[in-house]
Structure formats: C-alpha cells, structure tokens
C-alpha cells in the first residue's frame, strides 16, 4: 500500500519559516517526480514545487521562487519543502505528491488527474 504522509504544517506570522516533510512508502519511486501542491479557500488546488526522484531536477511554480526549497532524501524516502519569508497568501491545505512522470517541471503542466498518489495534506496558515 502506497502511503505519502506529510508533516509539519502550522501556523506562522508573515515573513517566518516552516519545513514540510513527506514520508513516502509501499514502493520504489523511481521513475517518479515527487513534489507539493497547495489549495487555498475557494480556490483550485496548485502545483507550488517538484523534484525528480531520480536525478534531482527540480521546478517551481513563479509565486514561490526565491522563497520555497524542494529536495529529496531517497535513502529515506522523503521529500522536504523549505518555506520562507511566508506570506499570508501562502495560507493553504498542502498536498505531497506523486506522479509517474520523467521531468519536475511535468509534474506542473500535466493534468491533476494523471497525479498517481495524493497525500492527506497539512494545514500551513500563515497570519499577517
């Protein structure tokens, strides 16, 4: 059984910091792109950062350049989002992901739906 479990959501003031972790297992993720995506209220869910699980190449979204680091442990099995300088429009329910695709930057064009595991996600509320 596939499991992505994300930790470390919370809440913070403008301008401070939170680490997201995401432990994946049940398989090898070889082959894969791991990365974030976010949803705020009333708002459709979106790609924030990939990386590939093999090789490293990493895409960001334009909003969280300069501020967010994505990178991966595959010893462990875990993908980690660096957020800085948050700012309250960063406030959203953040999802790790999965999707069998060859580049980062894939996992940001292709449709939601081809995304192949989906964690539970984890509150990051940011406060002005």
């Known amino acids: 059984q596939v499991q992505l479990v994300e930790s470390g959501g919370g809440l913070v003031q403008a301008g401070g910091s939170l680490r997201l972790s995401c432990d994946a297992s049940?398989?090898?993720?070889?082959?894969?792109?791991m990365g974030w995506f976010r949803q705020a209220p009333g708002k459709e869910r979106e790609f924030v950062a990939g990386v590939r699980w093999i090789g490293g190449t990493i895409y960001y979204a334009d909003s969280v350049k300069g501020r967010f680091t994505i990178s991966s442990d595959n010893a462990k099995n875990t993908v980690v989002l660096q957020m800085n300088s948050l700012k309250p429009e960063d406030t959203a329910v953040y999802y790790c992901?999965?999707?069998?695709?060859?580049?980062?930057?894939?996992?940001?064009?292709?449709?939601?739906?081809?995304?192949?595991?989906w964690g539970q996600g984890t509150q990051v509320t940011v406060s002005s």
């Open positions: 992901a999965a999707a069998p695709v060859g580049t980062a930057q894939s996992m940001g064009v292709i449709p939601q739906r081809l995304i192949e595991y």
């Open positions: 049940g398989r090898t993720f070889s082959g894969y792109a």
